[in-house]
């Protein structure tokens, strides 16, 4: 009989990467609904191409990966539950530039 760690062991190595690639695409799904939602370029320099980075407008992304454990939860969850309207008063479209500019303050 195996013991709990090493079942896990064993279970991740057989199926860790389906689980992480089965992960990754719901992620990038719910993001591009997300995206569909919120808008496809940048809210401040007009930036429209791959690296859009999701910002919480309230400068709340800590407590809400704290609160949901990881953004694909969290994204799921304000899709289903939340009107559009709403969507876009918690979250705006930035580059990675405009975002860092924001997190520091510039």
Known sequence: MFSKKKWQKVYWKKKGPELRKKNNE?????????????????????????????DHIH??????????GDHSKEYRSIIKNTPEWGIKRIYQPLCPTCNKEK????
């Not at 997190?103 to 510039?106: A, C, F």
């Open 59 to 68: 400068d709340n992304g800590k407590m809400m990966r704290m609160y949901w």
């Open 26 to 54: 719901r992620r990038h799904r719910m993001k591009s609904v997300l995206f569909s939602i919120i808008g496809t370029s940048c809210v401040k320099c007009g930036y429209d191409g791959p690296a859009l980075e999701v």
């Open 103 to 106: 997190v520091l303050g510039l």
